[in-house]
């Protein structure tokens, strides 16, 4: 008997932090990149149960 989960996701949208990742990447395509890899995770974390839900929250500091 398996029993429905709740993920709970915070994503630190500080414009500093992002600017400061790894530049293995090309510029502009990190954030698509990492959001890519989230999405398939978010998806395959849905499709594990029907009743799954997922709660995804955006957070930044406001003066910097």
């Known amino acids: 008997f398996i029993i429905a989960s709740l993920l709970v996701s915070i ?3 500080h414009p ?5 990742l790894p530049k293995s990447l090309e510029k502009g395509s990190q954030i698509t990149e990492i959001f890519d890899q989230l999405i398939l995770f978010y998806n395959a ?6 009743d799954n839900q997922l709660a995804v929250i955006s957070s930044q500091i406001s003066n910097w």
Not at 45 to 50: I, P, S, T, V
């Open 11 to 13: 994503i630190d949208c």
């Open 45 to 50: 974390f849905l499709a594990l149960r029907y």
């Open 16 to 20: 500093l932090y992002w600017a400061q």
